[in-house]
């Protein structure tokens, strides 16, 4: 398991480029055969990526000083690839692509594995601490709530879903959807924003091999950026605006962890404030 360590915003400033990457950018998510974890002490956000070719248990590590993952802990997945199954304590759910399941606290046992082992399922999940368990639930596209936002003119014309939050699937800490930007359109979470009290992942998928991501963060007038490209993952910490530009339409999944489960609990930042 990588662990990735908080960062105070002035020291941010100061960064260059390899570092803001490897303190806040995630790659490599999905190796065939394999389970990638990345431990984030902003809030204890652990991000994975599960490529399974061959049935994978999800196991303990011992940065987490548990008997067994989901101990403490909750977990949201979406699958952003082929079909594939996840067997939590003996039951079976399958998730096809952009299909999720939520993972209450308490699971003993999580296995991923793939329909097709030549064609991989791609499991992207968050977990987060836990301090009481909620039904294990899957979620499929129709049953998430859904919002459609912006319009042509701004570039920015997405259809937003929540698949865990308090109005549906319920969680103790975690929330989590995923946005879809219609052809045409380039821009994410612009106007931006921060939320002190939450941390945030987003996770940037079907952009097409040639394309890149510009992903903005830092403190609204200290802004830098990163160079993104598929299937990789950014942490944004709650002091950091987190809006993107790319050079397609994409889409991405967006976990968040922290003091509430407030959707809108937002602080905007005006445009002429962006620096």
Not at 131 to 151: C, I, N, Q
Not at 175 to 201: D, F, I, Q, Y
Not at 232 to 248: F, L, R, Y
């Amino acid at each position: 398991m990588e662990t990735r360590h908080p960062t105070h915003p002035e020291d941010f400033e100061v960064y260059p480029t390899d570092r803001i990457r490897k303190e806040f950018l995630i790659q490599n998510l999905f190796t065939p055969g394999e389970i990638k974890l990345v431990y984030s002490f902003y809030d204890r956000m652990i991000v994975a990526g599960i490529c399974p070719q061959k049935p994978i248990s999800l196991s303990v590590s011992k940065e987490m000083a548990a008997d067994f993952f989901l101990q403490r802990r909750e977990m949201g997945v979406i699958n952003v690839g082929p079909e594939g199954t996840v067997i939590v304590d003996g039951e079976s759910t399958r998730l096809g692509t952009h299909e999720g399941l939520y993972i209450g606290m308490g699971a003993k046992e999580v296995i991923f594995s793939s329909n097709d082992p030549l064609k991989p399922a791609h499991f992207y999940a968050n977990s987060g601490p836990a301090h009481r368990p909620y039904p294990t639930r899957k979620v499929e596209m129709k049953d998430a709530e859904t919002t459609a936002l912006g319009s042509p003119r701004e570039a920015n014309l997405r259809t937003l879903r929540k698949y865990i939050q308090p109005q549906g699937v319920q969680s103790c800490q975690l929330v989590m959807g995923m946005t879809v930007l219609e052809p045409g359109s380039v821009w994410n979470s612009m106007p931006c924003h921060t939320h002190a009290r939450r941390m945030e992942v987003y996770f940037y998928f079907n952009l097409p091999p040639e394309a890149v991501l510009f992903h903005f963060m830092g403190e609204p007038d200290e802004t830098r950026h990163i160079v993104v490209r598929n299937e990789e993952a950014v942490i944004s910490p709650s002091w950091s605006i987190h809006s993107g530009v790319a050079t397609s339409n994409y889409a991405f999944i967006w976990g968040m962890l922290g003091e509430n489960q407030a959707f809108a609990d937002m602080d905007a930042v005006a445009m002429k404030e962006l620096k």
